[in-house]
C-alpha cells in the first residue's frame, strides 16, 4: 500500500519492538511516477493537500482524496512523503508561494524478526 502524507513520525511505526527504516529523497518526476499508484492520502490539512495536488499532477488532478486519518506502517506500507518547506501557507492556497519548496521521499519501515 502506498500513502501520501506530509509528514513521517515514529508514532506511524507498528508496535514491534525494532525496524530497519529506509527513507530515499525523490526528484519530483519519479514522485510524480510513484503518485499514480497512491492507495490512500492521509494529509489531513486541506491547503497542504491542495497545493501537495497540484505540484504531483501539474494541475491536473487525480489523487485520492485527502483524508485526516492515522497511518500505522506494517512491511506492506511504504509512504510517498511531501516535505513541504517555506512560509505558513495562506488559508485557500493552492500553489507554492513564492520561496516554497515541497520535497518528496519515500519510507519503508520493515519490521525485524527477533
Same mark, same amino acid.
Given at each position: 500500500? %502506498?500513502? *501520501?502524507?506530509?509528514?513521517?513520525?515514529?508514532?506511524? #511505526?507498528?508496535?514491534?519492538?525494532?525496524?530497519?527504516? /529506509?527513507?530515499? /529523497? *525523490?526528484?519530483?518526476?519519479?514522485? =510524480?511516477?510513484?503518485?499514480?499508484? #497512491?492507495?490512500?492520502?492521509?494529509?489531513?490539512?486541506?491547503?497542504?493537500?491542495? +497545493?501537495?495536488?497540484? +505540484? #504531483?499532477?501539474?494541475?491536473?488532478?487525480?489523487?485520492?482524496?485527502?483524508?485526516?486519518? !492515522?497511518?500505522?506502517?506494517?512491511?506492506? !506500507?511504504?509512504? *510517498? +512523503?511531501?516535505?513541504? =518547506?517555506?512560509?505558513? #501557507?495562506?488559508?485557500?492556497?493552492?500553489?507554492?508561494?513564492?520561496?516554497?519548496?515541497?520535497? %518528496?521521499?519515500?519510507?519503508?519501515?520493515? =519490521? +525485524? /524478526?527477533?
Amino acid at each position: 500500500m %502506498f500513502i *501520501l502524507t506530509n509528514a513521517f513520525s515514529l508514532n506511524m #511505526l507498528d508496535d514491534a519492538s525494532e525496524h530497519n527504516v /529506509k527513507i530515499k /529523497k *525523490l526528484s519530483l518526476a519519479s514522485a =510524480r511516477i510513484v503518485a499514480v499508484n #497512491l492507495d490512500k492520502n492521509a494529509i489531513g490539512h486541506q491547503d497542504t493537500a491542495a +497545493v501537495v495536488e497540484n +505540484v #504531483l499532477t501539474n494541475g491536473e488532478g487525480g489523487l485520492p482524496t485527502a483524508e485526516r486519518s !492515522t497511518v500505522v506502517m506494517d512491511n506492506d !506500507t511504504e509512504l *510517498l +512523503v511531501a516535505q513541504y =518547506r517555506g512560509p505558513r #501557507l495562506e488559508e485557500g492556497a493552492v500553489e507554492l508561494p513564492e520561496g516554497a519548496t515541497i520535497e %518528496f521521499y519515500t519510507v519503508y519501515a520493515e =519490521r +525485524v /524478526k527477533a
